[in-house]
T-cell receptor, first 114, second 113 residues
Framework: DGGITQSPKYLFRKEGQNVTLSCEQNLNHDAMYWYRQDPGQGLRLIYYSQIVNDFQKGDIAEGYSVSREKKESFPLTVTSAQKNPTAFYLC?????????????FGDGTRLSIL | QQQVKQSPQSLIVQKGGISIINCAYENTAFDYFPWYQQFPGKGPALLIAIRPDVSEKKEGRFTISFNKSAKQFSLHIMDSQPGDSATYFCAASMFVSGSRLTFGEGTQLTVNP
């Protein structure tokens, strides 16, 4: 079955540590997205990528970094510069970047501070 | 201008009742309005979507009503069931920005048996 796989499901970060969240899709989608979800704030866009080797900042990119070396993969690194990283992180993908196509989501990674 | 405002924050409905969630937007360039359903510990899943050239779209028990002049759209869940208990998000996007979505804050729906 096609879909989006996020790993790990739970992740703990120590102070000053960088952590990387994995997102893999086998839907052959062009575009991929990272969102942060906090209670009562909906989903906020961190970064998105429309094609391989290209990505753009979203609304809350500070303290995060991404790469898009393969179409299937869009890992997110939460750096030590992100002072409040505790949240639920969601990865999504969609097809045909320049048209309004639905986004398909993974089941998220919950990140907590130790 | 990019915001989408959603209300209510939480909603409790009896089984068989109608659940109504409302969203309002400012940016008239938005041209795609999806609704997502999210269960605890899961990612959101597309429920139903509408474009501004129609005023209503119905899929089973779920209906979107769209009022272009008021810049508002709403989700109606008819004959609400306990299995509908979830968080619902409205969203909006513009053709020129591809599939980049702006989400509302979410509504936690509880349907009592």
């Amino acid at each position: 079955d096609g879909g989006i796989t996020q790993s790990p499901k739970y992740l703990f970060r120590k102070e000053g540590q960088n952590v990387t969240l994995s997102c893999e899709q086998n839907l052959n989608h062009d575009a991929m997205y990272w969102y942060r979800q906090d209670p009562g704030q909906g989903l906020r866009l961190i970064y998105y990528s429309q094609i391989v080797n290209d990505f753009q900042k979203g609304d809350i990119a500070e303290g995060y970094s991404v790469s898009r070396e393969k179409k299937e993969s869009f890992p997110l690194t939460v750096t030590s510069a992100q002072k409040n990283p505790t949240a639920f992180y969601l990865c999504a993908s969609s097809t045909r970047v320049k048209s309004n196509q639905p986004q398909h989501f993974g089941d998220g990674t919950r990140l907590s501070i130790l | 201008q990019q915001q989408v405002k959603q209300s209510p924050q939480s909603l409790i409905v009896q089984k068989g009742g109608i659940s109504i969630i409302n969203c309002a937007y400012e940016n008239t360039a938005f041209d795609y309005f999806p609704w997502y359903q999210q269960f605890p510990g899961k990612g959101p899943a597309l429920l139903i979507a509408i474009r501004p050239d129609v005023s209503e779209k119905k899929e089973g028990r779920f209906t979107i009503s769209f009022n272009k002049s008021a810049k508002q759209f709403s989700l109606h869940i008819m004959d609400s069931q306990p299995g509908d208990s979830a968080t619902y998000f409205c969203a909006a996007s513009m053709f020129v920005s591809g599939s980049r979505l702006t989400f509302g804050e979410g509504t936690q729906l509880t349907v009592n048996p």
